[in-house]
């Protein structure tokens, strides 16, 4: 029985550091574009929210679209873009929970586009693509995240519980810097 109790007291202390720290008295907090900002790190399947401090005040597993883990080069390549973007609407969705749209494409996104197109790298057709953000999973397929199984056209993906969490603290005008790391 003891075996029993420890374990269930270590899986809920595992299960409970997932959960983004929000302050105790969120009706005081003005959260600003300032407060957090969001780095997703494609390849450790991460995404970590940090406060203006930077402190790191939760992580939470996320897939993508392509087990391609390289940078978005065209519409429909369901890769998922790197670089600095911002959250610039938020809603709920009828789909996938809610949904926080990144302003993919920005300045940085549409120069390396048009580099990559200019050398060859991209078809002379190719267009850049957009309505990427943060959003949750089918209803009930939250085990797509567990299984790291990439499934979107190249937005990120976590759990329904998890985005619902950050849909409710992360302000629109929020920094997010999506990038891989070795």
Not at 16 to 41: E, W
Not at 49 to 73: H, Q, R, W
């Amino acid at each position: 029985m003891r075996p029993l109790i420890y374990a269930t007291t270590l899986l809920s202390i595992c299960i409970g550091s997932t959960s983004f720290k929000t302050p105790t008295n969120i009706n005081k907090l003005h959260a600003t574009k300032d407060t957090y900002r969001i780095l997703v790190i494609k390849t450790k399947y991460a995404m970590k929210i940090f406060d203006s401090t930077g402190e790191c005040l939760a992580t939470y597993p996320v897939v993508f679209g392509n087990k391609d883990m390289s940078d978005k080069m065209m519409q429909g390549d369901r890769r998922t873009p790197e670089g600095t973007f911002k959250i610039s609407f938020k809603r709920k969705h009828e789909k996938w929970s809610r949904f926080l749209l990144i302003d993919y494409p920005n300045a940085e996104s549409i120069a390396k586009f048009n580099q990559r197109k200019a050398a060859g790298l991209i078809p002379a057709n190719a267009q850049i693509g957009g309505s990427i953000g943060i959003h949750g999973t089918w209803p009930n397929e939250d085990f797509a995240v567990d299984g790291l199984q990439n499934w979107t056209e190249g937005c990120i993906s976590t759990k329904n519980r998890y985005v619902e969490e950050i849909f409710d603290v992360l302000p629109v005008g929020t920094q997010i810097t999506i990038r891989r790391e070795k």
